[in-house]
């Protein structure tokens, strides 16, 4: 492929600023048709976006012949079927994360793309920015040492939608939508990142439990899991507490000191070790899908590699499943 032609399916939020902008910010690479159900939404958004073509029907977008790549960004109860689709249609695929709800709706995703030869990439860009390379470069350079475990906390209030007499949660709160709750939303971001940084987690197990009554989803999660190296992690999640106790902390312990970040909310990193402390403050750029964009289109293009694609896209959803199931049929088996 030499021009890369980005059609999106589900042109919604996550669209607006994070990944549509991108696919014409990338050399070679231009976004000319988007779909949403919603025939004025989708007019509107290919007005204000310059987008040459709208659509309020996937199968039309994905036949339409100047689309030759199809970016997924619907919920994740639709990433099956559409992923297949496009794969059918021999397209490369770009899907949001979760890149389905469970780990068998990727596997059967990552096994038809196999055999259509079609590429597939999962939108975990945190695998591109700068912020998180730099994470990646402090443990590869050995500057804490040996990597002896892992520690991730993340507490945040509910969403205004999600309480009071009034209340209406939005869709990441309802399993059969989302595959689970906010845990499956911004964990399987934080999974994919440690693979990349430490290697593949070998096993993983937990308790998900709906506390607060709010949604039909788990609000509260807690997991340990081990790597294949033999660094262990460990992880709490809870999602209705006050805004005063608001967290998002993760912490990487080695041998010689450790490095403390955050996975969503602050630009600084912080390293320890015998040296003493230094502070980096790595922004992220406007559209943060960009970097991760430029490397599907190099890819694409048979000029380089993208880190992030469909057999490491499903292994975030294999840790989630696991932890999940809370010690039945999963608990002891190996990833």
Not at 76 to 103: F, Q, S, T
Not at 155 to 167: K, L, S
Not at 233 to 254: L, N, Y
Not at 263 to 286: M, R, W
């Amino acid at each position: 492929m030499d021009q890369i032609n980005w059609g999106i399916i589900g042109c919604g939020n996550v669209t607006e600023v994070k990944s549509g902008p991108a696919f014409g910010l990338v050399g070679n690479s231009r976004l000319v048709a988007v779909m949403r159900r919603d025939a004025v939404k989708a007019a509107d958004y290919a007005a204000r976006h310059q987008v040459p073509r709208w659509y309020s029907d996937a199968d039309a977008l994905i036949a339409d012949p100047d689309v030759n790549a199809i970016y997924i960004a619907t919920p994740p109860d639709a990433h099956e079927a559409l992923a297949l689709k496009a794969i059918a249609a021999g397209k490369p695929v770009y899907i949001e994360k979760p890149m389905g709800r469970n780990a068998a709706e990727c596997n059967r995703i990552n096994e038809a793309a196999k055999l259509a030869g079609v590429p597939v990439f999962v939108a975990y860009y945190r695998r591109a920015l700068d912020y998180f390379l730099k994470v990646k470069e402090l443990v590869d350079k050995g500057l804490i040492g040996d990597i002896r475990f892992v520690d991730i906390t993340l507490q945040w209030q509910p969403y205004e939608e999600e309480t009071g007499p009034d209340a209406s949660p939005r869709w990441r709160v309802f399993p059969e939508i989302s595959g689970g709750g906010h845990f499956h939303d911004l964990a399987s971001h934080q999974f994919d990142f440690l693979e990349f940084l430490l290697g593949p987690v070998r096993s993983a197990q937990g308790f998900a439990k709906n506390q607060a009554g709010l949604y039909p989803a788990d609000d509260i999660v807690v997991a340990n899991f081990e790597f294949e190296s033999g660094v262990l992690g460990k992880g709490s999640w809870c999602f209705t507490v006050s805004k005063e106790q608001r967290e998002d902390q993760a912490v990487i312990v080695g041998s010689k000191g450790r490095i403390t970040f955050s996975f969503f909310e602050k630009f600084d990193i912080k390293l320890e070790n015998e040296e003493g402390t230094v502070l980096f403050h790595i922004p992220y750029p406007a559209h943060v899908q960009q970097p991760l964009i430029s490397q599907m289109v190099a890819e694409l293009r048979g000029e380089g590699t993208c880190p992030s694609t469909g057999v490491t896209g499903a292994r975030a959803n294999l840790i989630m499943d696991q932890i999940c199931e809370n010690g039945s049929r999963h608990e002891n088996q190996q990833i």
